[in-house]
């Protein structure tokens, strides 16, 4: 992305509760607002997943996540701050302030705080963190280009954003905070 403004048209359809596609760390995801019924809603429509399972957020920085973190104890605080930016997702207490659709059958929240150039933007162009889940229908592989989310998804994209993946090899691995083990490698 050369600048914001690149943006404006993603920001507006996510604003507007529309699900919109963009690259991620390594493979194409959807994104839409995390407080938006009606967006979560559609976004679990389009990939017909199974609503207990939850999805991931992503924000630009560690600030964004505040509303989950503040009431962390300290201790907790040193694996996200030592693993962050970077393709970590942690599960952490969500403190029943998720959307249930976010949150899942779960009771932890599952955050990442991306260094993918085109999501840090979108989030901090949104002004805070956005869902992100890999662009596919359930039990199919992800999206690895735009021409394949028109494909899979047509117009139930609200907005395609341009740029390239990042260069991971598999989507970020997936920790328990309070217990530190790993729920995805």
Known sequence: MSSATDLTPAINALRGGGVIACPTEAVWGLSCDPENDEALAHLMRMKQRDPAKGVILVAASIEQFQPWLSQLPLAMHAPLVASWPGPNT?????????????????????????DHPVMKALCEAFGGPLVSTS???????????????????????????????GGNAKPSVIRDLASGSVVRA
């Open 90 to 114: 942690w599960l952490v207490p969500d403190y029943g302030r998720s959307h249930g659709l976010v949150r899942g059958a779960h009771e932890r929240v599952a955050l990442r705080v991306t």
């Open 135 to 165: 662009a596919n229908r359930a039990g199919e592989p992800p999206a690895m280009s735009a021409d394949e989310i028109t494909a899979i998804f047509g117009d139930d994209v609200a907005f395609v954003v341009e740029g390239a993946l």
